[in-house]
């Protein structure tokens, strides 16, 4: 077993406040093994048993609410008021969505007449591997976890070593909840050595992850020839779409929360703002007014809007392409600059949200996934326009609409590339629904019926039906 640590940095004081377990291949066959134990019990547990300690567990993550939210917030620089808002009880409603969601689980029958008949028998896969990114720590991790359990399978979790705190706590929370030992094993570590050993161990039979695009490139390129199931939500650069007939306040306040909540660093952020050319100075004047007001600060202070982003290596990542939309000809309407805080927060990674005009839509910032509190500003004249500049990247995870035309909003949602359309809104999630995106943002979805038909396989089964006399 590796006996050696990395660093746990709090990235809103630039200072390591704890020690992460450098686990290797040796920890992920542990793990696995452990998880191969329990399997035969746990697939034989009733529906209604999972459901229980799924259901305690969902209420011991409410209980610890303060707890997890100050524990997400040192690890990741996000608002407290945020992790305590959004991260947490996201955390709590996946697992007590799944938890419900499996006792409604039911197969299908195919009559063939006076033949035979058809029965679809979903069986747990076994052992699975659920790999999480740092924006969103416990909300993703359980995403993945929940509906895997729920099924019946054991899972080999790993949590980003950047941000692993909030993964140990609900591992205590799961042990008082009464989960079996072995059906979820949490191994810490670099996604090079222990994410490597868990994509490319030849038992585990499907994994799950939720980061980068190039990350994804290469879990496809090991796990694909092994013919493990696989479930990529990747990058995004999403547009959001502004139409003149829009609600101007709702569409601003909703646009300042989709470009830079959790300091832009969510998949989900609407990056590239297209507004329709008539009303493009009355947003642009409004919006920047409104964003320079923004709080940057200590993400445990409750008036905190924007707090730290999550480590050194992404902020020099971010001001460098605010960098490179300088040297693109863009034009820095807000932000733009490294914020310097006193105190405690002094060695923070902290960076002004910014707004940039002047640039289009060939050049990297506005085809690149930034992943920051930056967001560019075009526009556009007819609808046609707009499809084009809003397809006019490689990904395609999600999209927001903003017109008052109803007929416009289906027209218009069809003509976008992307998995997920929001109109009139952003974020406004529904569990049961399909999540992922199409093109360069990922394979697969999760959510519903959809994340327990990927953590099950299909098995037809036909029975002749004896011919009566």
Request: proline share 4%.
């Amino acid at each position: 077993m590796s006996k050696s640590y990395i660093d746990n940095i709090n990235p809103a004081t630039g200072k390591v406040y704890s020690l992460i377990p450098d686990s290797g291949k040796e920890d992920v066959e542990a793990a696995f093994q452990a998880a191969q134990k329990a399997f035969p019990l746990w697939s034989n547990t009733s529906a209604s048993e999972r459901a229980r300690i799924m259901q305690r567990i969902a209420d011991l993550i409410l209980e610890n609410i303060d707890a997890l939210a100050l524990a997400e917030s040192i690890d990741n620089g996000k608002p407290v008021s945020l992790a305590k808002t959004v991260d947490i009880p996201r955390a709590e409603s996946n697992i007590r969505f799944f938890g419900t969601a499996i006792m409604h689980w039911s197969s299908e029958a195919h009559i063939m007449e006076n033949s035979a008949i058809n029965y679809t028998n979903r069986k747990p896969i076994g052992v699975v591997g659920c790999i999480s990114p740092w924006n969103l720590p416990l909300y993703l991790f359980t995403w993945k976890i929940a509906p895997a359990i729920a099924a019946g399978n054991c899972v080999v979790a790993k949590p980003s070593e950047i941000t692993p705190m909030t993964a140990f706590l609900f591992s205590e929370l799961c042990i008082e909840a009464g989960l079996p030992a072995g059906v979820l094993n949490i191994v810490h570590g670099l996604g090079t050595k222990a994410g490597e050993a868990i994509i490319s161990h030849p038992k585990i039979k499907a994994i799950s992850f939720t980061g980068g695009t190039a990350t994804g490139k290469h879990i496809a390129s090991v796990a694909a020839p092994m013919f493990k199931k696989l479930s990529l939500e990747l990058g995004g650069k999403n547009p959001n779409i502004i139409f003149a007939d829009c609600d101007f306040e709702k569409m601003l306040s909703t646009t300042l929360r989709s470009s830079f909540a959790n300091q832009g660093q969510i998949c989900l952020c609407g990056s590239r703002i297209l507004v329709e050319k008539s009303i493009y100075e009355k947003f642009k004047t409004a919006f920047v007014e409104k964003v320079k007001k923004m709080q940057v600060g200590n993400p445990q202070d409750a008036q905190t809007k924007s707090g730290a982003v999550v480590s050194e290596g992404h902020m020099n990542k971010v001001l460098s392409y605010i960098q490179l939309a300088k040297e693109e000809g863009g034009t820095i309407l807000c932000g733009g600059e490294r914020v310097l805080l006193n105190g405690e927060n002094e060695g923070g990674y902290f960076i002004q949200p910014t707004v940039i005009e002047g640039l289009g839509p060939d050049c990297r910032t506005n085809r690149e996934e930034i992943f920051g509190p930056v967001v560019t500003l075009q526009t556009f004249e007819t609808e046609e326009e707009a499809a084009l500049l809003a397809n006019a990247t490689e990904y395609g995870l999600a999209c927001s609409i903003w017109t008052s035309d109803l007929n416009r909003a289906h027209r218009f949602s069809s003509k976008v590339e992307s998995g997920i359309v929001w109109v009139n809104c952003w974020l406004l999630r529904d569990l049961r629904t399909p999540f992922g995106g199409v093109k360069n943002s990922g394979v697969g979805r999760e959510g519903g019926w959809e994340a327990l038909r990927f953590f099950t396989e299909a098995q037809n089964v036909c029975v002749e039906l004896s011919s009566t006399h």
